[in-house]
């Protein structure tokens, strides 16, 4: 698949990592592009975060290159971190002939290790001598983790005359959850707007996507949206959300595809629930309890067994926060309820069996209190998880 | 080992559960014992808890007779499940010869089935006739579901010129979290105390041990600490928290032993954390640390590879919502100081590794902004764990 007009991607190997592979990307908008960023809210915020998010705020919104690399997260690494980042960035700042601003730097790895920016730099001149539209796969391939696959996700849209483009890239895997964990995503556009609708347009997108999913409830250091319009599609600016509409479809299709890969990946899941709170008192209570199933082990447990153990569901709610009829609340998984009027129904346990050995389990609880709802993706936790996790530095 | 002065214990299987052995124990002190009990504080609460409840508060503090089965939670289980229960109470107070309400009920397995109560009322009068000081052993293995072994705790302490007992016996597992999991307990003692008395001496033993534990963040709809005092062993009556100081070390050691013994057995656990927050700016937000800490499933794989990947505690720790200096925020494994200034120390990764293969892994984090502090014991979560869990109900 090809970037959007207007933007050339790569990426090399700087030996940041011990596995094979490519591990710097580059993505670089010769001619510059509008920009907006969602950014982790983890109070240990990588050196890369803090200096991108000052950088986009200097610049007033606009990029020319972006660099990532695995391998190292350089969080919590003090005054050092910030050294190395910036040094990056300045690098990057003098190949593409751009203020130092305008290079937004994104980092995924270990934490508690210093990036040795040398190795990044030396191999920087290479990745922009390697520049080409086709590059997003190189990209989709350096940024990884403990992914087990490249997330691409594409849609286009009409604009006056023209066809627009959304071409997104993400990594993945542990650490997913709301507020924007271990995860990197970049979206590029050929669409015209401003760095102020951007951020309207991306908030949304990312509320309804990014945030609404969960690997194992932990979020990182490093998290990172990342919106590039180019412009280059041509047409008249998009000015207001409603003019927009068509391209905050698009958006959303993209971001909820790469959403849907990064926790149908996340850290060897084999099974995804789509826990949806219903008849919460207000809004922050549903999301409670819809995170407080998300996050539940023995909850995430059962749904790695296929077993529709939904007392674990139940517990985990009524621990949550949130107000609970205990009288009037119920439970779906698909089409089969299981528990109405706070009593288990008769339903049959091989059609409840049969709804929890599916690839995405949904699931509906109503609490009975009110109207609030919240919807969350979040994948099961097994013995993969538990593999990957527990010597994930060695 | 057997039960202070004034009690008798027994048990028998009634066949609730598939797995062989005992699933039903009863406790019972014959001429009656003041009582005092703190319940789960999941807003489903099984039939067992809300009846225990409302039978000790019309009873004033009263307990002739405690029945507890394994293999059936009668939680979830609407008007059908507290009818079963109540049917054990009555059942129960016949054999005992006693007022309804001085009989105490407690259940633990899988939720959402009502209690067969007709094989428990069926193998009572057995249990009844079974009564002996000595059958403390097995009430300790009658309760247990996926526990891997019995817990039994015990201590003495002096009283006016006669020596007093508190003996403890628990059961636990997963579902162990602060709010009282997936838990129960029952001490008892020959200490005179009123119920009032009891209720203040309870909390504060809970606070310090029960609701200091984690196994994985879980809380159940039935957990529940039960503590009884017949008063055998003569001697004046306990009136004051000060007078009761060596009662409530005594309580502190048996509460504090059976909480270790169950976070060690948790779920297949090979390691248990010690996580102490230190420097929060408040009480609750130190808590919030140290939970966000007791409950990462990064952080808890991480232990049971023996692997300081001591980024995960912190990433934690900077979701949690507690206030933290990222620039003075200080962590130790054991002696080992690893990040100190907000930054990582030149720690050597072999003794830092030595810290976190032991079985007791002491973690303190100062964030480096107040004065106040909390500690919570948490189990790691490893492959056991999964096995254990993702299967459960079959």
Not at 14 to 33: F, H, Y
Not at 115 to 135: I, N
Not at 209 to 230: K, Q
Not at 262 to 274: F, L, P, S, Y
Request: charged share 20%.
């Amino acid at each position: 698949m090809k970037l959007p007009k207007g933007f050339l991607g790569s990426a090399v190997r700087a030996g940041l990592r011990k596995k094979p592979g490519l591990d710097v990307a580059l993505l670089v908008a010769p001619e510059g592009a509008n920009a907006a960023a969602v950014f982790t809210k983890n109070l240990f915020q990588a050196a890369p975060v803090t200096l991108s998010r000052a950088a986009l705020k200097k610049s007033g919104g606009r990029v020319r290159a972006v660099v990532v690399n695995a391998g190292c997260a350089n969080a919590v690494t003090g005054a050092g971190g910030d050294a190395a980042a910036r040094r990056v960035q300045q690098r990057a700042a003098e190949l593409a002939g751009c203020p130092r601003e305008e290079v937004f730097v994104a980092s995924t790895g270990v934490i508690g290790v210093v990036l040795p920016d040398e190795k990044v730099r030396a191999f920087l001149p290479d990745a922009f001598a390697r520049l080409s539209a086709g590059g997003l796969e190189a990209v989709s391939r350096a940024i990884l983790t403990t992914d087990a696959a490249p997330k691409v996700a594409s849609a286009t849209f009409r604009h006056g005359g023209t066809t627009c483009r959304v071409v997104g890239v993400a990594k993945g895997a542990g650490m997913i959850h709301p507020n924007m964990a271990t995860m990197l995503a970049f979206v590029t556009t050929d669409a015209p707007a401003s760095a102020p609708l951007l951020s309207a347009v991306l908030k949304e997108a990312v509320d309804g996507s990014f945030n609404a999913i969960s690997v194992d409830g932990d979020t990182s250091t490093n998290d990172t949206v990342l919106l590039l319009a180019s412009g280059k599609a041509g047409g008249s600016r998009l000015r207001s959300m409603d003019e927009a509409a068509a391209f905050r479809a698009a958006l959303a299709k993209v971001c909820g595809e790469l959403a849907w890969r990064i926790v149908r990946d996340g850290e060897g899941a084999k099974r995804v629930m789509e826990i949806t709170i219903e008849g919460a008192a207000t809004e922050r209570e549903a999301r409670l309890a819809a995170h407080a199933v998300a996050t539940s082990s023995l909850v995430k447990t059962a749904l790695y067994g296929g077993d529709p153990n939904w007392g674990r569901i139940l517990a985990a709610i009524g621990r949550s926060g949130a107000r609970v009829s205990t009288r009037s609340v119920s439970l779906k998984a698909g089409s089969v309820v299981l528990v109405k009027d706070g009593a288990p129904t008769s339903y049959r346990e091989e059609a409840a069996a049969k709804a929890f050995a599916r690839e995405r389990v949904p699931l509906v609880a109503n609490l009975g209190v009110g109207k609030a709802r919240a919807r969350l993706l979040a994948a099961d936790l097994g013995h993969e998880y538990v593999s990957e996790n527990a010597d994930y530095r060695s």
